[in-house]
């Protein structure tokens, strides 16, 4: 028997965006009074260790949508996610990031740097489909690593998540005002405001980018059909202006500008790969909108596989345009197609790039609005973040207070951060969940509880360990020796010796029902390999700054999320005993009037 959607449900009262109830913030048991607070606190590495070993199902993804009291509309097809993908995606990575890497690292090499981080992503895309095409809800990445990974995991990569999008928003929302600034013929500082008193990554405030961003938030709210069309609209305009750039920038093309190729060699390569991952982070976004979705199994293969390659080939086709127009050392950081343009004598071309840039970036932000919301939104149905959030507006059909929430989260970051700052931070935790999720897709693929065998589940264990250590010892190995190779020796065929032992010695356990990951385990073996190295070429502070936030939401788990969940856990698990002694007695009843009936 297949997985069963629940019904919509209109139980209870119609809630309306941003109302609040009783109930709303810390409802569990736990958080009623102290004593119960405390009581809780003390059962903490108990209540981790349920949590630690707890894994959900695919049903009970399924079954949470009931929490959001409103059910989210089905109006998307393969046609708007393929859109929605390209809107995602194609942004402030590559407008503003190749000039940056190209200029700083690669030189004309950043192509190569574009292949390295497409052939990333797009393996991890693969992995992504498998899962939103057999999960369908809005939970996207958290959803899939609570199925498979656990509940910890899965919150500790969910804290991730929502910091990528704000991230993400906040860096896009930043590049907006710079390319506007060149569209009216400024520079991007005129429109900013300067706090002498402020850190340097942190005194240029941006109030243009927190308008943006509630305009954005507005149309994200009205309707997600409606973003769905603006998205389109605004992305025919963005492949227009994008083909543009390639035709006329290739009218004056020097080749003589491709030499030195590689300035920097491979590493140069490979550190701005790590950097222009960036400009591949969107496309979660869409897996999040499987739930509004009329047919999983055919739409999210085609408009998420689709939208990736179609953005893969034009990023190489753009980065290979813009270092044969100009030598890479003159490339300008901050509108690197606009000026180069101006360089070469089409002044006016320059307008037509800024606002293809602008349309561009404006997709961007809607596309991440719709995303994060849906993320947040499932994460609170968990009850691991307060289920006010999950709440989805009867009128609209849109999660309204999630949509707020984190667009006003992404407008504090915006206004203060600079994007240097903010690409490097985004590259580390997008890595992390994308190396995550290919853990889970082979742990989905090669273990069932009841079938999977000790041995079997043992050796699976030890294979993703060498995978993943493996992979780590050369991350770490490329980011510590400057001109070594004798390291990579040895972990490169340890990783290759586990991905053949998973392959050779434990059997698949489970078959994707209607879209499966190809060339199963090295696929996502590579998946985990190349995320982890990528992140061995980001600088330490941008480390500090992640294992910071990680240890704030270590805190607010070990406080409020951890006994949250396991009260919402334990909740259903009586609510399931209840449902099943009714149909105990339902039957024994029948039974009863049986045998009275023959008497």
Known sequence: MGIQEP?????????????????????????????????????????????????????????????????????????????????????????????????????????????????????????????????????????????????????????????????????????????????????????????????????QLDPIAVGVIAIICIIAVLSTKGSSRINYIASIVHIIVILFIIICGLINADTDNYRPFAPKKARGVFKASAVLFFAYVGFDAVATMAEETKNPARDIPIGLVGSMVITTALYCALAITLCLMQPYRDIDIDAPFSKAFEAVGWDWAKYVVAAGALKGMTSVL???????????????????????????????????????????????????????????????????????????????RYYVSGVTTTANRNKLIACLATIVISSIATSAYWGLSKHGWIGYCITVPLWAIGTVSLWAFVPMARQPKMWGVPLVPWLPSASIAINIFLLGSIDRDSFIRFGGWTGFLLVYYFLFGLHAAYDTAKGEEKEWKKVEEGVNNGLESKSHLVDDNKS
């Open 366 to 444: 809607l596309v991440g609005a719709v995303g994060q919301a849906r993320y947040l939104t499932h994460i609170a149905r968990t009850h691991m973040m307060p289920p006010w959030f999950a709440i989805v507006d009867a009128k609209t059909g849109t999660p309204v207070n999630a949509t707020v929430a984190m667009l006003v989260a992404t407008a504090v970051i915006a206004f203060f951060t600079s994007l240097g700052v903010l690409s490097n931070l985004l590259s580390i935790s997008t890595l992390f969940i994308f190396m995550l999720v290919a853990v889970a897709l082979l742990v989905r």
């Open 7 to 203: 019904e919509p449900t209109t139980a209870g009262l119609r809630r309306r965006g941003c109302s609040y109830q009783k109930g709303d913030f810390l409802p569990e048991e736990s958080f009623q009074t102290w004593e119960n607070y405390t009581a809780a606190l003390k059962q903490t590495p108990h209540r981790l260790i349920d949590r630690l070993f707890t894994r959900s199902g695919d049903q009970a993804e399924l079954d949470a949508k009931a929490k959001s009291q409103t059910a989210m509309k089905k109006t998307l097809t393969w046609w708007d996610l393929m859109w929605f993908g390209m809107g995602a995606v194609i942004g402030a990575g590559i407008f503003v990031l190749t000039g940056l890497e190209a200029n700083q690292d690669a030189g004309p090499a950043v192509v190569l740097s574009y292949v390295v981080s497409g052939a990333s992503a797009l393996m991890s895309v693969f992995c992504y489909t498998e899962f939103a095409v057999e999960i369908p809800v809005a939970g996207g990445s958290f959803a899939y690593l609570r199925v498979e990974l656990g509940d910890f995991v899965a919150f500790i990569a969910a804290g991730n998540i929502l910091l990528e999008y704000v991230i993400g928003g906040a860096a896009v929302a930043r590049s907006w005002t710079s390319y506007f600034a060149t569209l009216c013929n400024y520079n991007p500082k005129d429109f900013r405001i300067t706090a002498h008193g402020l850190a340097e990554d942190y005194n």
